[in-house]
């Protein structure tokens, strides 16, 4: 129904995603929580290919927080885990189909082995110009943010320079995303309405989407909803409606 309706001339280029309730969806339906994570491996494939069949450049998806370090050792052994198998192996397929990972986070907590499997793929995938999916991992945005000060202070510290004279791209350009557009849309599963820590300085004009959908049963259709709500939504940067209309 709404993959019908949309407007391929206003597909957002960038579309972030926080993918939330896998733990909940594992415990209604009377599986493990690992269960869970794995159904959402599977929405996570398919909301890939449909960005990719849409014409999006960018899909940032949320996988894993500095914070999630926290949760149970087991869960985070099982999680990793699975993840570096999915990556692997569903972006066998998608390499193919010339699309490109990338990862934003703080690789230092990874395991060696976690990081060799990620890397081969992203260098696999490095020469793809279609679809890029941007993989959030081990990734809080307050941490990104620490890091990016102090990658600027660093940058500057044996030379003389106007700190009046810093941009927002000079910070920018030291942030994980510095090659990356900002998003236009982010989407959250399951009902909560936090950020969590994601893209805090990327999502400064982001339209935001919501849903009660938990993330295992995010299917096409609700993503073309999202691009459809956010379609309908006028987008001013702090300008008045008649001055986007005059343009």
């Excluded at 594992?26 to 398919?46: F, I, S, T, V, Y």
């Excluded at 230092?108 to 110009?129: M, P, Y």
Aim: hydrophobic residues 35%.
């Amino acid at each position: 129904m709404f993959k019908e309706q949309l407007d391929h001339e206003r597909i957002p280029s960038h579309v972030a995603v926080i993918m939330d309730g896998n733990g909940r969806w594992a415990k209604k339906h009377g599986k493990p929580r690992l269960e869970g994570h794995a159904q959402g491996a599977k929405a996570a494939r398919g909301v890939v290919e449909t960005a990719h069949k849409l014409g999006i450049k960018y899909i940032t998806l949320y996988a894993f927080s500095l914070e999630n370090w926290n949760r149970p050792e087991a869960e985070v052994c099982g999680l990793m885990s699975l993840l570096t198998s999915s990556i692997a192996r569903e972006f066998n397929d998608l390499i193919k189909n010339n699309v490109r990972l990338l990862t934003i986070g703080d690789s230092s907590f990874l395991d060696e082995n976690v990081r060799k499997e990620i890397d081969g793929v992203v260098n696999a995938s490095a020469k793809n110009t279609g679809l890029t999916v941007v993989i959030a991992l081990s990734y809080g945005s307050r941490n990104e943010i620490l890091n990016a000060s102090k990658k600027l202070l660093k940058k500057y510290e044996e030379k003389p320079f106007d700190i009046s004279s810093l941009s927002e791209k000079d910070f920018a350009d030291c942030l994980y995303t510095a090659q990356i557009p900002d998003p236009e849309l982010l989407i959250r599963t399951s009902g909560e309405y936090r950020i969590s820590n994601f893209l805090l300085w990327q999502i400064s004009y982001s339209e935001l989407y919501f849903t009660d959908t938990l993330w295992p049963d995010f299917s096409e259709e609700d993503f073309c909803k999202a691009i459809y709500d956010y379609q309908q939504r006028e987008r001013r940067f702090g300008k008045t409606s008649e001055q986007i209309l005059a343009e």
